[in-house]
């Protein structure tokens, strides 16, 4: 089974991106973030066409996620618990059934947090203490647990090109950095590093200063696996060449196969 993750970066102005990588990489599961647009507005008759189930959770304008599945959702549930006046659309899970069990999937596009003098970051930090309780709950169930989206957190100063520029940034500063190693506390596995230690893995170039060009990247798209999904890990990709698209999304797709058995 393959699961990806893709920050699309609005999904009506990458369509036809979105298109192409779905029938080069043909995932089963994809999570997309920062859909930017309604439910309603969502392109979903073209990736229907392509044999995906669909289901959203939008916002005008910003934020947003989205589920793309073969396989049929067994249930979805839109919103991350713990804090009833947060209208971000920024969670959204869905749960499928395998050979064996069920595989529980949550989509993530976490707060960015900058400037972080501001209330932004306070958010950011909060939002990943509510991701901390939903985690440490959905272990206890001891199945396949998939989280996967843009963090917007750089885990190491191996994760980034160039570690000093990005010490007071809210994504590399300390209190973000552990409260990313408490998830992995809990249990879960960092699917890319699981299976490689070499620095350079990067998902996300600005737009400015031709970061692209130079290779001045950041790892900020991720895969946490409980250890029941992560036991199942057989490969992990980077899918950078479509950041050399025309016109792309600042981030580029990860996936990873486990090896599961669909009903």
């Known amino acids: ?12 102005q990458r369509i036809d991106h979105l298109l192409v990588w779905l029938k080069d990489c043909t995932p089963d599961i994809v999570c997309l973030q920062e ?42 549930k839109s919103g991350l618990a713990g804090d009833d006046e947060d209208a971000h659309a920024r969670f959204l899970e869905g749960v499928v059934t395998l050979k064996r069990g069920v595989l529980r999937i949550a989509c993530l596009y976490l707060p960015n947090g900058n400037p972080p003098e501001t209330e932004k970051y306070p958010y950011k930090l909060k939002w990943m203490s509510r991701l901390f309780e939903y985690s440490k709950q959905q272990l206890k169930a001891e199945g396949p647990l998939v989280l996967a989206g843009d963090f917007n957190v750089i885990p190491a100063a191996r994760d980034v090109h160039n570690p000093a520029a990005w010490v007071n940034d809210a994504l590399f500063r300390p209190a973000t950095r552990e409260s990313f190693q408490s998830l992995l506390g809990l249990g879960l596995t960092d699917a890319l590093r699981a299976v490689t230690d070499a620095p350079g893995q990067y998902t996300f170039w600005d737009y400015q200063a031709g970061a692209w060009q130079k290779n001045h990247g950041l790892r900020i798209d991720h895969l946490l696996l409980s250890p029941q999904a992560g036991d199942r890990l057989v490969r992990v990709g980077i899918d950078s060449y479509v950041r050399a698209w025309e016109k792309p999304s600042d981030h580029v797709p990860v996936w990873i196969d486990l090896d599961l058995e669909t009903a």
């Not at 089974?1 to 009506?12: D, G, H, L, P, Q």
């Not at 969502?42 to 589920?67: D, M, S, W």
């Open 1 to 12: 089974m393959r699961i990806a993750t893709w920050n699309v970066n609005s999904v009506r």
């Open 35 to 76: 859909i930017k647009c309604v439910d309603e507005a969502f392109p979903r008759l073209e990736i229907e066409a392509l044999g995906y189930n669909v289901v959203t959770h939008g916002q005008k304008t910003f934020n947003g996620v989205a589920l793309l599945s073969r396989l049929p959702f067994d249930e979805t």
